[in-house]
């Protein structure tokens, strides 16, 4: 099929609608987007972006960009509570030959998506209110009272859609049982800052873990998962026995703000049966959102985007594309999805038991969680 003529809505403009807006106006077809938020995020915290997404951002040609303002982590290490390391692993060598390993600012990386939209325009401060669909196309109206007709529209509208919930009949959205909260932190003084200026470096408790990456500009990006308590335990107490970094960077917390420097989120993920309605797809985390303990959010939503612009390239009609996307992309998404369920289980176990199986065969299991990612998506 050839793009020109066809037109497409993107319904969201996070980082899986910004990445199909370019991959779809790419392939030649009309697209617009529509974002609920007023404007670009002013400000938000770090993002990690393993071999395969950086791989994926080179193929959108938008790779350059973001390594420029990123951090290339070379190590991850991860250790007990007391900061005794269970194992370490080179990702460098774990993603040779598919991409680097980044993490930088989201707002950097928003900003570099934004800037690869080209002649997108963005309907800001915009959400649907209904979507109807026939044979012919999609009718969609919004809130402000817009309606348009496109041959295609997409819900790329992140965890608590709105396109899924007025065109798919369920409610896909699973809780995990986890509050999960993170902050920038000044990265520190050496020999603490050169250290860990290229490692991903997380510390296990029990039921909790306190993850840092370095992310460029004297920045740390702390992240924190614990249980969900109603309500949820001060991160004090959560981390009362870790040691450091995690007590200074907690102090570095309170002289930035406190809690309210903190984006704070329960952890929920999204399963469904399928992802498509006559002339409707969802993508991202609409579609198929898991925990966050792989890191493969911004990977799956980059890779989507690639794959639909080949699949709608090759297919002859948009109904075929949509079968032909979802049969390419649904073994890759289920293995994460698979992933991050066998990495919470191991949550579960004594630490004492945890830190023996993670000291023996710790690197094994990383790399068997990502070893078939790094195949072309
Ligand atoms: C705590 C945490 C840490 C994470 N860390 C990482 C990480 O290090 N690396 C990684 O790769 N992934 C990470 N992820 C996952 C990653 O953030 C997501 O997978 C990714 O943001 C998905 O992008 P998306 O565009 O599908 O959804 P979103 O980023 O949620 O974007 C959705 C967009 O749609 C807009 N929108 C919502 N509703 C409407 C509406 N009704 N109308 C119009 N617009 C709407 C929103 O404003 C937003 O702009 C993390 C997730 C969590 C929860």
Do not use: K
């Not at 919470?344 to 004492?352: K, Q, W």
């Amino acid at each position: 099929m050839r793009g020109a003529g066809v037109r497409i809505l993107v319904v969201g403009g996070g980082i899986a609608g910004l990445a199909a807006a370019r991959t779809l106006r790419g392939w030649g077809a009309t697209v617009e987007i529509l974002e609920r938020q007023a404007a670009p995020p002013g400000e938000g915290t770090g993002i990690y972006l393993p071999g395969n997404a950086v791989r994926a951002l080179d193929t959108l040609g938008l790779g350059a960009q973001v390594a420029e303002r990123a951090v290339h982590i070379r190590r991850q290490r991860t250790a007990d509570h007391r900061g005794r390391v269970l194992f370490d692993v080179d990702v460098d060598e774990l993603w040779d030959g598919v991409g680097a390993c980044l993490a930088l600012p989201r707002t950097d990386l928003h900003r570099v998506l934004l800037g690869g939209l080209d002649d997108v325009p963005i309907r800001w401060g915009q959400t649907p209110a209904l979507v109807a669909t026939d044979g012919a196309g999609v009718t969609l109206q919004t809130e402000e009272g817009h309606t348009d007709r496109y041959d295609l529209v997409l819900g790329a509208d992140g965890v608590h859609s709105t396109v899924r919930r007025l065109v798919f009949d369920t409610d896909a959205v699973r809780p995990l049982g986890q509050y999960a909260r993170r902050f920038l932190a000044p990265a520190g003084e050496p020999p603490h800052h050169d250290d860990r200026s290229a490692t991903w470096s997380v510390l296990l408790g029990s039921g909790s873990a306190f993850l840092t990456i370095p992310i460029g500009n004297g920045h740390l990006y702390c992240y924190c998962d614990g249980p969900l308590d109603d309500p949820p335990a001060p991160l004090r107490d959560l981390l009362s026995d870790y040691a450091d970094p995690v007590p200074t960077l907690l102090d570095a917390l309170d002289t930035i703000g406190g809690a309210s420097a903190v984006h704070a989120a329960q952890v929920e993920e999204v399963v469904l049966d399928s992802w498509s309605r006559t002339g409707v797809l969802l993508i991202g985390d609409a579609a198929h959102a898991t925990s966050p303990n792989m890191a493969q959010g911004a990977a799956m939503a980059f890779e989507d985007a690639i794959v639909l612009a080949e699949s709608l390239t090759t297919a002859d009609s948009v109904t075929e594309a949509l079968a032909a996307y979802e049969r390419r992309r649904r073994p890759r998404t289920d293995w994460v999805l698979a992933q991050t369920h066998r990495r919470d289980r191991a949550r579960t176990l004594p630490p004492a038991l945890r830190n023996i199986v993670l000291r023996r065969i710790g690197r094994r299991i990383v790399r068997s969680n990502y070893l078939p990612l790094r195949a072309q998506p």
